[in-house]
């Protein structure tokens, strides 16, 4: 078993499909499916269950993807803390999130204090991100919604209340708050289902006994203002949507008359990953830049 064995098996785990897993590789499809053989040859069980050209992580599979994950981000971790002592240098900071749209200004200060750290940034449903964090891909997950654990560490960054934004000459333009209620004949922009946006728009909506008529869905949250202001249709959008396209923006702005309309910034991080001095200052400036937008 060898470590160019376990990471041909992590991305076949994750592609569940052998020629996906070769192109992120790029190495040849039969290289890795003869690496998959061996390596269950040596484990003595399949780590997949085969139905033709069809694969699934099986059981066995999924077992052993957790502590495979586990072993390559400490070597990762290793790797990273020799070389920040070896050479001194920058390194690098990656960051999950599942919208980026909060991020610039972190970032604008992050790069005035370390100019040459690189900073790789990963777009991610909620649900991906353990598994970046576990993996050692990213060292830091900025998420709206619950991701806790006995192995993660997370500090609340801001607490920031949700409006719904409308076109400029829709009815509700001109008012200032509205209730759940009366939304119910209304057309939704929203994100996919799992999506903080999506999740509290369905559970205000749940509250009232309805469902929102959502008539257009997408992964980015960003993206709501300018479908709403074209007149697609109305949308959740957390208040430093309004700052920043501010009072001239393509859309109207209401409160709404529901208990709890608001998102969580939580940063989350590996409790027992190793954070390089750059990592450890956007850390820093993570809780100085975010946390005075909490409403």
Do not use: K
């Not at 209620?181 to 057309?187: K, N, T, V």
């Amino acid at each position: 078993m060898d470590l160019l064995s376990l990471r041909y098996f992590q991305s076949v785990a994750r592609h569940q499909h052998i020629s996906r897993a070769a192109e992120e590789l790029r190495v040849a499809q039969p290289s890795v499916s003869r690496s998959i053989i061996r390596l269950e040859s040596e484990l003595g069980t399949p780590l997949f269950d085969r139905r033709g050209r069809r694969i699934r992580l099986n059981e066995h599979g999924a077992a052993f993807l957790v502590r495979v994950e586990r072993a390559l981000a400490e070597l990762e971790d290793a790797r990273r803390e020799v070389a920040d002592a070896g050479r001194g240098g920058p390194g690098r900071v990656a960051v999950a999130a599942e919208t980026l749209l909060q991020l610039a200004g972190v970032l604008s200060a992050f790069r005035e204090l370390r100019p040459g750290v690189r900073v790789r940034l990963l777009q991610a449903p909620v649900d991906s991100m353990r598994r970046h964090l576990r993996a050692g891909e990213v060292d830091f997950a900025l998420a709206s919604q619950p991701l806790t654990g006995p192995e993660v560490c997370a500090a609340e960054l801001a607490r920031e209340e949700v409006l719904l934004a409308v076109p400029l000459g829709h009815p509700l333009a001109g008012r200032e708050r509205v209730a759940v209620a009366e939304l119910a004949d209304e057309d939704f922009v929203s994100t996919r289902p799992g999506h903080w946006q999506r999740v509290l728009l369905e559970r205000l909506f749940a509250r009232e006994g309805l469902t929102p008529r959502v008539v257009c869905e997408g992964d980015e949250a960003a993206a709501t203002p300018e479908l709403v202001g074209a007149g697609v249709g109305i949308g959740l959008m957390p208040a430093v949507a309004r700052r920043v396209l501010g009072e001239d923006g393509p859309v109207g702005w209401l409160r709404l008359d529901a208990p709890d309309c608001h998102r969580t910034l939580t940063l989350v991080w590996r409790r027992d990953a190793y954070l390089s001095p750059a990592a450890l200052d956007f850390r820093r400036l993570a809780g100085e830049r975010l946390m005075p937008d909490a409403s």
